[in-house]
Structure formats: C-alpha cells, structure tokens
C-alpha cells in the first residue's frame, strides 16, 4: 500500500529556531506539493515540484522559507528562522501530473508544527 | 485576489440520506476541479474530480456536479454514512504557464447523525 510519508509527525520549537520537515513521496510519482493549513487561511499551496524542479514557489515566504528535491525519493522543507505565525499543520502531496485525465494527488499524514 | 470557496460552514444530514455540498469558484479560467475529503487528523483524500469540459461526473456513492455559468461546483453523496463524517474542500485547477496552479476552498463540514 504506497502511501506518501512524513517526518516529523509533530514538532514543537521555539521562536528563531531552524526546522525542517521531510516528505518521501510515493515511489514513482513526479510531482510533489508542499501544503500549509491553518484554521483561519485553510489550505494553502507553498511549493510546486516536478520532475524535482521548483515549478511554483509563489505561496512560500521567501526570506524564512526553502523547498528542495535532494532526489527523487525526498523532498525538504525548511523553515529559518521560525516564528509563531508559522504555526500551522504541513502537508506533502505527490502524483504523477496529468495522468489520464486526473491530476490526483496523494497526501501524507502532515506535520503538526507548533512555534513558542 | 481569486479565490475558490465559502465559509466554513458545517452540514449535518441523518444517516441514509442524501448530502449536498456546495462550492464557489471566482476564476472562470479554471479548467479542472476537485474534491477532496478530509477526516480529523489526516491528510485529504481525494474523491472526484471533473474537467471543465463537463457537467457532471459520477463515482460510488458520488456525483459531482459543475455550473460554469454561475461558477458553481457541488458534491452530491448519496446514502450518507458515518463513515462519510469529515471535511470536503473544494479545489480548482488552473494552467498556468509552467504548469498547473492549485487553490484550495476553506472546507465544510459534513456531520452525519445517527
């Protein structure tokens, strides 16, 4: 059963700290999504890959956030320095981009990120 | 700017019976929609999706429904179950120039009664 995974699944730190997030998406699949969802702004797309090149990293603050595709079976988030506002739960999503007729997209468990 | 949703607002049907929820989109260039359902502590799960192209899709249990005029998107899901209690977000997709460009509604929340 290919499932997309992250890690950590919860993580608490505090304000100015560095954190980074992994996602190992399903094996095979070419594109992967960094999501943020908190209660007042929902769903939000930070970071677009395919083929592990950034294809739009226009949701993502630039000057405290990166996305990366090291390879084809990691893709990174990191947060530097954090902040409180930043607090929110992170998802990883892969597919395979247009596939058929669908651009189905698989999510990972997320990761709690709480900033003090 | 642009956005696909509504408020937050929450949906309770008794079991067995027929749901309906709706969504809004504002940006009549989207081509592709989705629906995803989300259960408390996971990550979204896909249900249907439909192109622009058409105004109606059926799955199990699921029809999904699209009224380009009004920019209007519904999931009907027949037969509610408990099972079925979650949130259902909404998603256009529109094709930008190097390649897709997803926007997510706010959700609503869909509470079965026993």
């Known amino acids: 059963d290919a499932r997309v995974t992250q890690t950590p699944r919860h993580k608490v730190t505090e304000m100015g700290q560095e954190v980074t997030m992994r996602c190992q998406p399903i094996?095979?699949?070419?594109?992967v999504f960094w999501y943020r969802q908190t209660m007042m702004q929902g769903l939000e797309l930070l970071a677009y890959?395919?083929?592990?090149?950034?294809?739009?990293d226009s949701g993502m603050p630039k000057d405290r956030f990166s996305a990366e595709m090291p390879d084809a079976t990691l893709a990174t988030l990191k947060i530097q320095p954090s902040e409180p506002r930043d607090s929110a739960v992170y998802f990883c999503?892969?597919?395979?981009?247009?596939?058929?007729?669908?651009?189905?997209?698989?999510f990972g468990p997320g990761t709690r990120l709480t900033v003090t | 700017g642009e956005s696909v949703g509504l408020h937050l607002p929450t949906l309770s049907v008794q079991e067995g019976d027929n749901s309906i929820i709706n969504c809004a989109y504002s940006?009549?260039?989207?081509?592709?929609f989705i629906w995803y359902k989300q259960e408390s502590g996971k990550g979204p799960q896909f249900i249907i999706d439909i192109r622009s192209n058409m105004d109606k899709r059926q799955g199990q249990r699921v029809t999904v429904l699209l009224n380009k005029t009004v920019k209007h998107l519904s999931l009907q899901i027949a037969a509610t179950q408990p099972g079925d209690s979650a949130v259902y977000f909404c998603a256009e997709m529109r094709s930008v120039y190097y390649g897709q460009n997803f926007v997510f509604g706010p959700g609503t929340r869909l509470s079965v009664l026993p």
């Open positions: 940006n009549s260039a989207s081509d592709y």
């Open positions: 094996l095979g699949h070419n594109t």
């Open positions: 890959f395919r083929n592990r090149a950034p294809l739009d």
């Open positions: 999503a892969s597919g395979l981009g247009l596939s058929g007729a669908s651009y189905e997209q698989y």
